[in-house]
């Protein structure tokens, strides 16, 4: 069983950035691969990024590219999303994820945060 907690998020102007961070307690966090999702309102949840077990793999969805960078701290069973050139269209709920593959697709993940809010100002 692994619990999730998301932090960091917040209000922000275009442009600017933030950090976010899933802390996880329960064992094995290191042997999940670890991703963050985003749902804005009215629309369904999509995928943002994942990190392999490992953190020696990354992938992320082409709207974030070059923008956000997702990384993690086995030692501190913490993963991070650092995310950059914040745009309006990045507003939305994010939630980290823990799941056995690195895929894109959330219903393949175990275990879920309770979300946090991301408002990017224009």
């Known amino acids: 069983q692994v619990q999730l907690e998301e932090s960091g998020g917040g209000l922000v102007q275009a442009g600017g950035s933030l950090r976010l961070s899933c802390a996880a307690s329960g064992r094995a966090f290191s042997s999940y691969a670890m991703g963050w999702f985003r749902q804005a309102p009215g629309q369904e949840r999509e995928f943002v990024a994942v990190?392999?077990?490992?953190?020696?793999?990354?992938v992320f969805a082409d709207s974030v590219k070059g923008r956000f960078t997702i990384s993690r701290d086995n030692a501190k069973n913490t993963v991070y999303l650092q995310m950059n050139s914040l745009e309006p269209e990045d507003t939305a709920v994010y939630y980290c994820a823990a799941g056995r593959r690195p895929q894109r697709q959330g219903s393949v993940y175990d275990y879920w945060g309770q979300g946090t809010q991301v408002t990017v100002s224009s």
């Open positions: 990190i392999t077990w490992s953190g020696g793999s990354t």
